[in-house]
């Protein structure tokens, strides 16, 4: 039988604060906050500024765990990983690596992926593969190898941006190689421990589900949905998904509620809802009329997903309410523009593109603005943080900390 996602979430890593966000999209892995008695009345300059930071390139957003914010960064050819104190962004600790990573396309050439914190590790993956452990206590180095070299997979567009997750003792990686399109490595030492499939890297960080009462990963990779058991590396469903234009990618983290499992990607490509059965992802509705999301995965709030439809490059960003169920569109915001949602305290709270804060009821009514400020300058990919009352926004180059609570 088919158990709740958060359930199985707890029992797939250690336990976390309430507070934290451990890694990308939160604690539950789908951009669900628990937090209440926040602030949603702004002023025009928005919450108030607890800090700010300059930082180096990239578009990992951070991560929070145990009273420690993990900043993921490139200064000159180093990627970085820096523990940073909450309150003030003061700098505790900071581990470093050379880097070779140089973005064809001239557009940024810093990490794409979020830190992941659990218990007393930090993982990331850099621009280039290169995939460490480190201690969250010290910032010394745990272990730490490169995918690129060892398992040679096809170059993405925009350098390596699958983040990780953990299950259990198992960190499991959408590498993108033939043989190896997920790799499982002993979450302590970094041995490889298993490799399934052929499928290509994607942009997307996986999700967690339950098949057959037992955690499993679904991985959004270039090729599709593939749904693999840690313990062994056995795929267990596939579904191919992905637009017929090459220069396209799959970016958004599939989301997940009891035996459903819903994905969504842009180029021409739309969405869909499936029931995961034993032995196959049966359709429920799929259509690129309802939620084509390009990079940024939408929430859940209800009964109703809130998410942006189309594509920054093409300035079509377009709020939606759309029912789970049907995939039916209960409402549109025109020119809202791309945006990253996080699902808190009985609403949705988005940051655009253009650093724009923005609190809107989950109504699947009709479109209701609760405040609205632009927070920060510049462009902003890297998905937000909320951790403790505090609301993390990065651009190219400064890290923000605002004041909810």
Known sequence: MLRSALSLLLLAAPASRAADWPGRLGPTRDGQSTEVGLNW?????????????????????????????????????????????????????????????????????????????DGDAVFTHGADGDLHAVSAKTGKMLWGKNLTAEYLPKKGY??????????????????????????????????????????????????????????HAAFFTRAGVLVVRPTDGKVTHSLPWRSRLDASVN????LVRKDELFVTSSYGTGGTLRTVKADELAEVWANDTSLSCQYGTPVRAGDHLYGVNGRADTRTGELRCVEWKTGKVMWAEKRFGVAHVIAVDGGVLAVTEDGVAVRFAADPKAYREVARAKVIGGVVRAAPALADGRLYVRNENQLLCLQLK
């Open 41 to 117: 009345k702004w002023g025009k300059d928005g919450p108030p500024q607890a800090w700010k930071i300059d930082v180096g390139a990239g578009f990992a957003g951070v991560s929070v765990a145990g009273g420690t914010v993990y900043l993921f960064h490139r200064i000159e050819n180093d990627e970085i990983l820096s523990a940073r104190d909450p309150a003030t962004g003061k700098e505790r600790w900071a581990f470093k690596y050379h880097t070779k990573y140089r973005d064809e396309f001239g557009f940024d050439n810093g990490p794409r992926c979020v830190p992941l914190a």
């Open 158 to 215: 925009f350098g390596v941006g699958a983040g990780p997750v953990v299950i259990g003792d198992v960190l499991l990686v959408n590498v993108g190689a033939k043989g190896a399109g997920v790799v499982g490595f002993d979450k302590t030492t970094g041995k490889e421990l298993w490799k399934a499939g052929d499928d290509g890297p994607g942009y997307s960080s996986p999700a967690v589900l339950d098949v057959g009462g037992k955690p």
């Open 251 to 254: 970016a958004a983290t599939p």
